[in-house]
């Protein structure tokens, strides 16, 4: 059978009959599969608004349902999920079940081996140690032939500001090899920035030397690029590597993340406004191919994604970063693939799973070409990530619904339940989803609050640094409407366990 468009993909999955779970913190992280995989479940720690409309819709196992503001006492991730002994004693109804999850950990492989279950994800060999590490990624796209920023790898401990400052002028750039999300960059402005940097990076060098980690006592020191950060999703199929458009990338905006907790911090996507170049496109493609053909021969298979750094001068196109691993613009981008009536490329990552583990009898081929033609087409839909600004704990005194709204006088008008960017009847809309709480729930410095979900353009088409001014006030007010108030630490230790507030 060949597989070409969103249709044949259907018919495919029809036929097959191995089990899937998505498991995650929260409902919502797993979307997506529901409208492709038949009798597709979700596994989830948390119990939050949006989870009490997704599994109207789809069957969800969520271990704190009833529970209220209070939480299972355990590190906040899947690990915790798939080793509670209510999902292992549920599981055991099915027959060879398949895991899909974020990414892997050491910890999640061993339950899985003993369980006899199968992760659809790469294993923790291709993580930090691998294609997540910058410094060793930097060094296999030199290998490959592949620009990267002008910079170079150095020591923490030869890092001087006099001679950085002089080779790279200001501002130019500290990373950190295994911390990402922005948590791990530093844009060096002055010394004072970079003493913070130092020490940061000092720190977390000696805090990863206690835990009897090889510690990462090199970073890369790089020039400071001026220009947007698209990215770009790949993934390794036996038939050839898919890729989709360019997306922008929602970055370092204080509206939706507290700016003091790093550089490049990641705060959504915005495919309504990623139109570039053909240049540039077919430039992105030309590296995510050759890079998804280096991954398939070390024996790598589905998702990855790629950060690019976008001069705005010279308009030469960087690689920053790969996640070997699911991403942070999924399900969201599921949820615009299939707007736009095209195969979502999770649904491809699981078949070329489901056909490594041997859960596939029919035989099947993707049409590369044409998948490839509807995955680059331009799309619509936009996500922003709004957290705790007050970099204190905090606590919310105002329960929000989940589901849609618009902006009415300056107020959040709710309009009626939805989580998914289909519930949307046009780009006044947005809506609120993926963990949005109860009241008086409790949320450390920068935690996620929820996913802002929108047809409309987000950000700035003149400053990339910028929110559009509708995008803006819609974070500002929905951050002002939940009412998030800091916490003092005398009522926290009350409140929770020492080993809750250690996990966040």
């Not at 899985?112 to 060094?139: D, M, V, Y």
């Not at 835990?211 to 770009?232: D, N, R």
């Not at 970055?251 to 790093?262: H, R």
């Not at 107020?411 to 963990?435: Q, S, V």
Request: charged share 25%.
């Amino acid at each position: 059978m060949v597989i070409k468009d969103l249709e044949t993909l259907k018919q495919f999955f029809s036929q097959v009959k191995t089990p899937v779970f998505g498991a995650g913190v929260y409902a919502f992280d797993r979307l997506g599969l529901e409208n492709i995989i038949p009798n597709y479940r979700i596994l989830a720690l948390r119990y939050s608004l949006d989870t009490k409309l997704i599994e109207k819709d789809i069957k969800v196992i969520a271990l704190e349902k009833g529970m209220g503001t209070k939480h299972i006492q355990e590190p906040r991730n899947a690990t915790t999920v798939l080793k509670h002994p209510r999902i292992k004693k549920y599981l055991e109804k099915f027959t060879n079940p398949n895991i899909l999850v974020l990414k892997a950990s050491s910890k999640m492989e061993q339950v899985c081996q003993e369980n006899g279950w199968k992760l659809l994800i790469n294993p923790t060999s291709f993580g930090k140690e691998l294609f997540e590490n910058k410094i060793r990624f930097r060094q296999i796209l030199q290998e490959i032939g592949i620009a990267v920023p002008p910079g170079k790898i150095t020591s923490v401990d030869k890092l001087r500001y006099g001679q950085l400052i002089n080779k790279y002028g200001l501002p130019f750039v500290l990373q950190h090899p295994t911390k990402g999300g922005g948590k791990g960059t530093f844009f060096i402005n002055n010394q004072e920035d970079f003493e913070k940097a130092f020490n940061k990076l000092k720190q977390k060098w000696d805090d990863e030397n206690e835990k009897k980690l090889t510690p990462p006592a090199e970073v890369i020191v790089a020039q400071f690029i001026q220009g947007p950060s698209p990215s770009i999703t790949g993934c390794v199929t036996k038939d050839g590597i898919l890729i989709t458009n360019l997306q922008h990338q929602i970055l370092d905006i204080p509206q939706l993340y507290n700016p003091e907790k790093g550089s490049g911090l990641f705060c959504g996507h915005d495919w309504t406004g990623s139109r570039f170049d053909s240049e540039i496109s077919q430039l992105a493609y030309q590296y995510a191919e050759k890079i998804g053909e280096y991954f398939q021969k070390q024996g790598y298979h589905g998702i990855f994604g790629l950060d690019f750094i976008l001069d705005q001068k010279t308009k030469k196109l960087y690689i920053t970063e790969c996640n070997p691993r699911l991403l942070g613009s999924f399900p969201v981008l599921h949820m615009v693939q299939l707007l736009n009536n095209e195969i979502p490329i999770i649904a491809c990552h699981v078949l070329e799973f489901l056909n490594q583990h041997q859960e596939i009898n029919i035989d099947y081929q993707i049409d590369i070409e044409m998948v490839n033609k509807l995955m680059r087409r331009e799309k619509i839909g936009s996500q922003m990530f709004l957290h705790n600004l007050t970099g204190r704990w905090a606590r919310i005194h105002r329960q929000l619904k989940a589901g849609v709204y618009k902006l009415k006088n300056n107020k959040l008008k709710y309009l009626r339940p939805g989580y998914d960017l289909k519930h949307l009847k046009n780009k006044k809309e947005f809506i609120l989803t993926d963990g949005v709480s109860f009241k008086k729930s409790h949320f450390s410095p920068n935690r996620r609050l929820c996913r802002i979900l929108t047809l409309n353009q987000t950000l700035d088409s003149s400053d990339y640094r910028k929110l559009t001014p509708w995008a803006q006030q819609v974070a500002e007010i929905v951050h002002q409407s939940f009412e998030v108030k800091p916490v003092k630490w005398i009522k926290l230790k009350k409140i929770f366990a020492p080993h809750f507030l250690a996990k966040g």
